[in-house]
């Protein structure tokens, strides 16, 4: 009889798991990242996400686990989304626009968001799926503008360069936008456009022969070999400014990238935890910091404003 009456409880266990799922009670939540390629910038919104993910989740007595996938380029967000499509993630969170794109492409019914995305609207054409959101690290480029042209003393006549990959759309919106900024001030914007980071050497080479300062926006592929930009351009005695800081940037206007990234994990905790549907969050942007490098700027002869 106890035989049995334990082999009836165990039959009766089996079906009540099969259908609540035991295991995966609500307490516990799988979390896939897309990160589209390594450097600081994109390094640093991924752990801010995670880190105010984790601690949001803890508070409210649950537990997160994260599968994080550094793509490598554009065309392999698909092979890594795909990836968390088939293990039926709960959340998808995808670092840039490639990686953004493949997610939206690839599920309308996980909820995706976004990080390390300029903008939301141009990248899916003014409509924005309703299981996507996220933060935005566009910053203000009539302010960026306006910032080189005070601290560099760049008059009518002198030529900016603006240097971005072609494979990131993102780019060419900044560029346009900067590219008015500048010119209604009647300095003269140069693009130098690359699609192989092959060609990045002799462009910049170029580049720095030609330009009284060099503006980078919020180029992914740039970021990861700015190395090569701020070397060239420093030996050259030009100026670099990013839309995104680092160490190659004489100053910049720029946010926190950890920062957006904890603001996306805080999202991603009211969406996990039932707060709040992805469609009725808000694309989140952040106050950008003003930054001087002061070792760059003695080098290069540029006066930090005392303000």
């Not at 456009?193 to 330009?211: D, I, N, P």
Request: aromatic share 6%; net charge negative; proline share 3%.
């Amino acid at each position: 009889m106890k035989k049995t009456f334990a082999l009836i409880l165990a039959v009766l266990v089996l079906a009540a798991c099969t259908l609540t799922g035991c295991g995966a009670s609500g307490d516990s939540f799988t979390v896939g990242i897309c990160q589209l390629m390594e450097h600081d910038s994109l390094d640093s919104a991924t752990q801010g996400f995670i880190d105010a993910l984790t601690e949001e989740m803890t508070a409210a007595g649950k537990t997160v686990k994260f599968d994080t996938q550094v793509a490598g380029e554009a065309n392999l967000c698909t092979t890594v989304i795909n990836t968390f499509t088939a293990k039926k993630v709960d959340l998808i969170m995808a670092n840039a626009t490639p990686a953004l794109l493949a997610a939206a492409n690839a599920t309308t019914t996980i909820p995706v968001l976004g990080t390390s995305v300029t903008d939301y609207n141009d990248t899916f054409a003014g409509s924005i799926p309703a299981n996507v959101s996220g933060t935005s690290d566009a910053v203000p480029f009539d302010e960026q503008a306006q910032m080189m042209i005070d601290t560099l003393g760049l008059v009518a006549g002198d030529t900016v360069g603006v240097l971005y990959c072609t494979n990131e759309s993102n780019s060419l919106i900044q560029y346009e936008a900067v590219k008015a900024l500048f010119e209604a001030a009647d300095i003269v914007v140069e693009a130098y456009t690359f699609s192989e980071t092959t060609e990045l050497q002799a462009l910049v080479t170029s580049m720095a022969g030609k330009c009284k300062a060099v503006y980078v926006p919020s180029d992914n592929t740039v970021a990861q070999n700015d190395s090569i930009v701020g070397t060239i351009c420093t030996d050259k005695g030009v100026p670099v400014f990013t839309s995104y800081g680092g160490a190659v940037c004489y100053a910049s206007l720029a946010i926190d990238y950890y920062e957006l990234g904890a603001e996306t994990g805080r999202m991603a905790a009211q969406v996990l935890l039932g707060e709040k549907a992805v469609s009725d969050i808000e694309i989140a942007t952040l106050t950008p910091s003003v930054v001087f490098n002061e070792e760059l700027c003695a080098q290069l002869g540029i006066a930090v404003p005392a303000n």
